[in-house]
């Protein structure tokens, strides 16, 4: 498919990579994202092995490792705060670090700073109220009364995808798990230098973000889906980890800050069937969003925009390229979002207690698979 136009419906971290992926094989790429700011959700994220050997294949490694912190290993912490493990990580790239945790903003800035440079044009405040396939191509009709035509669209616009919902209305809706996860910046003390996870009915983790930063993330029961107002977040985490092992209740007490708390229900979707419609098709959390219980949700997404522009460079038609590139992904990212569900699951009461060590083991291997 050389030289074939595409669009891509979100600037998210799904949209960025696969518009810097398209843009090395050569296609024609633009960009919409219906944030007019392009502000960026959550405070940090983990980047494990396989995203940094992605990235890597992306040609930008060395600009995520410059900003954010490296670590070769996870450690899993009883919930009395002892210490059951140390997990080295697989290192996917040689000479290069294992994970990485990266603050949400710099992250978005490496991506679109190198989408843009890759040649992408953007355009915020924009969605596509219309796709109309003609089998031959796609006409979009954007929100700001301007069309174009495509060879290709790329969904790549969330949980909440209104291109999934325009290309099946039937698709199951994101189902809310019964969690909700609780996020807060702390400076970063000196014996945090990889991902600490605590075990227990809350999933407890510090992760470090830069030489001064890390985070702490907390998955909570919330079987009423209660929604939180801004001034009570702070308050409401610090009531969340009353209990919590002493490392934690420390961190606690510095929990001060509404507008430092970041908190989302915790929801997930898997769509068991086709992936794309035509000329249509749809990546990452449009199609398999996760809970944050492994750390892979956004990897998923980086991997799907890797396969599917290899696909496309290889294909001779749409058909062919996103079948390939569904027979490819589903499996893996199934197992994903499954197996973050058991151990969410676990935590309510609602499924046996899933030992982290061994889940978080068992996902690194099969995460070092090729993609």
């Not at 996870?74 to 210490?83: E, K």
């Not at 979707?269 to 944050?292: N, Y």
Request: proline letters at 6%.
């Amino acid at each position: 498919m050389e030289n074939a136009t595409i669009l891509i419906v979100g600037g998210g971290i799904g949209g960025l990579t696969a518009a810097i992926a398209l843009r090395k094989r050569g296609f024609a790429v633009d960009l919409v994202e219906r944030d007019p700011t392009w502000s960026v959700y959550g405070v940090g994220i983990i980047q494990q092995a396989n995203v940094l050997r992605a990235v890597d294949a992306l040609g930008i490694l060395q600009d995520y490792i410059g900003a954010g912190f490296p670590f070769d290993s996870v450690d899993i912490y009883l919930p009395n705060g002892r210490h059951a493990a140390t997990i080295p990580s697989h290192k996917l790239v040689d000479g290069q670090p294992a994970n990485l945790g990266i603050g949400r903003r710099a992250l978005h800035d490496v991506l679109g700073k190198r989408a843009i440079e890759a040649g992408t044009t953007i355009r915020l405040g924009v969605t596509p109220e219309r796709l109309d396939d003609d089998g031959a191509g796609v006409t979009a009709y954007f929100s700001d009364g301007t069309n174009a035509r495509y060879d290709l669209v790329i969904g790549a616009d969330g949980v909440y995808s209104q291109t999934r919902a325009a290309l099946f209305p039937d698709a199951p809706a994101p189902l809310f798990t019964g969690q909700g996860v609780w996020r807060y910046n702390f400076p970063r003390p000196a014996e945090v230098t990889s991902l600490h996870a605590f075990q227990g009915p809350l999933g407890i983790g510090l992760v470090p973000l830069s030489d001064d930063l890390m985070y702490m993330f907390v998955t909570t029961p919330e079987p009423d889906n209660r929604r939180y107002e801004r001034t009570e977040l702070a308050s409401a985490m610090r009531d969340k980890l009353s209990g919590a092992p002493p490392e934690i209740a420390a961190l606690a007490a510095e929990i001060t800050d509404d507008d430092g708390v970041v908190y989302r229900p915790l929801e997930w979707l898997l769509v068991e069937g086709p992936w794309h419609k035509g000329r249509v098709v749809l990546l990452g959390d449009a199609v398999h969003a996760t809970t944050p219980h492994l750390g892979q949700g956004a990897g998923m997404a980086i991997e799907d925009s890797l396969v599917l522009a290899e696909e496309l460079s290889r294909a001779a038609d749409p058909e062919t390229a996103f079948a390939a590139y569904r027979a490819r992904r589903f499996d893996r990212c199934a197992y994903i979002v499954r197996a973050s569900i058991a151990i969410c699951d676990g935590q309510l009461g609602r499924g046996p207690m899933v030992d982290q060590a061994a889940a978080t083991f068992e996902m690194f291997q099969l995460t070092a698979q090729p993609i």
